[in-house]
């Protein structure tokens, strides 16, 4: 009976032990599966929402349990691409204009656009486009740039979607901007006429045109130069008295296009060549002659200036062939230009244009003695060129007046540095002329005096040449009453 109990207790608890085992396994099971789907589920949420932080902070809060590994890896939802918007194409790209730094453009609005992006390559020095900006209108002005200069622009239109720019196909211009002018001057102007002209580093060359009465009005194209080394020309193919007209403009070639600078023009006439200049000086004054040019001009222009390259101020201007100045600073060098010029026009308007001459350049010492004489500050001066007179007193000046010196080549006044031998008023003459005031300044009898029988419009100019004096200085009445009530027996005379 016991060994019977025994047994069947014995077989009770297998059965039991075996129930168990088999309940616990089927547990497990179930709540590994339960695992694995949430797992999967987290991992599909957080890709699609591209938020990887939190996929590793789901991993980390896994249930502690008993592992088995799946038996399949987990599906992976990929993320969402944004779609990627149409943008138009540029089109009908135009430049409108061109300077020397400065290029424009417009082109036709696309639909929808944002804006519009600016590219730019310099041509002549590098391979590679650059941005340049983002503008909102269908138009642009690129600044800045090089002058002479080969360029390519792109222009492209843009879509701005989730703070990205999306470009549509662009178009591309290629131009150049403009050259700079030239700075032209004339450097001669006798039996030829030579332009002379600066150097534009990025041209190709320059291009000449002239225009005259031959081309009736109009500049046509004379001559081409290839090189921009070469920067004068010489034209021989003129006309004394004729005036000629220049436009020269620099020019870039670029591939099958030219592109030209804005033109500088000069107005010459054959004939107006630089006077030869002989300059001396006396009483504190410059003075100037020259031989008149072979086409006679409307008068002469006088400059001058304290260095010879600095900046020249105009003096005055004469129609004679000599010119001095006024009193200058004793000691000191001065540099002068004459140049010639004369008006060209038509019978309605005969100084339409103002046609200048060439110039040579002279310096000279300015003295205050004359003829190696000291003259001191009172003293009476006479250019015989100019047929004037100065009479100055202690350093002031009392009298400037015309004059009619004696008749040229025959009875010549002489040039010199004589005194006032005596005072006369009245007083009869050699030629037996009366006069009322007589300052004789040398030995044989020529002096300065008055002359009634000279109209007034004599004096001055040129009528000394034929209808001189004998050698004496004849004054205006009033003028040399004034001289012989201020003067001394023994003041200087200087005359040249």
């Not at 608890?13 to 999967?40: M, P």
């Amino acid at each position: 009976m016991t060994f019977k109990f025994k047994h069947v207790l014995a077989v009770m608890l297998a059965a039991i032990t075996v129930a168990c085992s088999i309940v616990g396994t089927i547990a497990v099971s179930a709540a590994e599966t339960g695992t694995r789907y949430s797992t999967e589920n987290t991992v599909s949420s957080d890709v699609a929402d591209m938020d990887t932080e939190s996929t590793k902070a789901t991993e980390t809060a896994k249930p502690s349990q008993p592992s088995t590994k799946p038996t399949s890896k987990p599906s992976v939802v990929p993320p969402t691409k944004p779609i990627k918007p149409s943008v138009g194409a540029i089109k009908n790209l135009t430049r409108t204009k061109s300077t020397t730094n400065s290029l424009s453009f417009k082109w036709n609005k696309v639909k929808g656009a944002t804006g519009y992006v600016i590219y730019y390559r310099n041509n002549d020095a590098h391979k590679n486009f650059s941005r340049l900006t983002y503008v909102k209108s269908n138009a642009c002005t690129v600044k800045k740039l090089k002058t002479g200069t080969w360029y390519d622009v792109k222009i492209a239109a843009y879509v701005k979607q989730g703070g990205v720019k999306y470009e549509g196909k662009s178009q591309t211009y290629r131009t150049a901007t403009l050259p700079n002018s030239v700075s032209v001057s004339l450097k001669e102007s006798g039996s030829a006429i030579k332009l002379s002209w600066n150097k534009i580093p990025q041209a190709t060359g320059y291009k000449i045109y002239r225009m005259s009465r031959n081309t009736n009005g109009k500049y046509v194209l004379y001559k081409t130069i290839t090189s921009n080394s070469t920067t004068s020309y010489r034209d021989t193919g003129v006309k004394q008295g004729k005036a000629y007209y220049y436009q020269i403009k620099a020019y870039r070639a670029i591939k099958k296009n030219t592109y030209y600078s804005s033109p500088s023009t000069i107005r010459c006439m054959a004939g107006l060549s630089a006077p030869s200049i002989s300059i001396g000086s006396k009483l504190s004054r410059a003075n100037l002659t020259w031989k008149k040019t072979p086409v006679t001009p409307t008068a002469y222009e006088i400059f001058y200036s304290t260095s010879k390259n600095g900046k020249y101020t105009k003096l005055g201007e004469t129609k004679n062939a000599f010119y001095n100045t006024k009193k200058l600073t004793a000691g000191k060098t001065y540099y002068f230009r004459v140049r010639a010029y004369r008006y060209v026009g038509s019978s309605s308007n005969p100084k339409k244009y103002k046609i200048l001459g060439t110039y040579q350049t002279k310096g000279v010492k300015i003295s205050k003695n004359a003829y190696g004489v000291s003259v001191g500050g009172t003293y009476v001066e006479i250019s015989i060129n100019q047929q004037h007179m100065w009479y100055y007193k202690n350093g002031k000046l009392v009298v400037e007046t015309d004059v009619v010196t004696g008749n040229y080549g025959t009875n010549d006044t002489p040039k010199g540095a004589y005194s006032i031998i005596y005072k006369a008023s009245p007083a009869t003459l050699m030629q037996n002329s009366h006069v009322t005031f007589w300052l004789p300044f040398t030995s044989d009898g020529c002096g300065i005096h008055d002359a009634s029988w000279r109209s007034s419009w004599e004096y001055g100019g040129t009528r000394y040449k034929g209808h001189g004096s004998h050698g004496c200085v004849n004054t205006p009445y009033n003028a040399v009453k004034k001289i012989y009530n201020n003067i001394s027996s023994g003041t200087r005379v200087v005359v040249y």
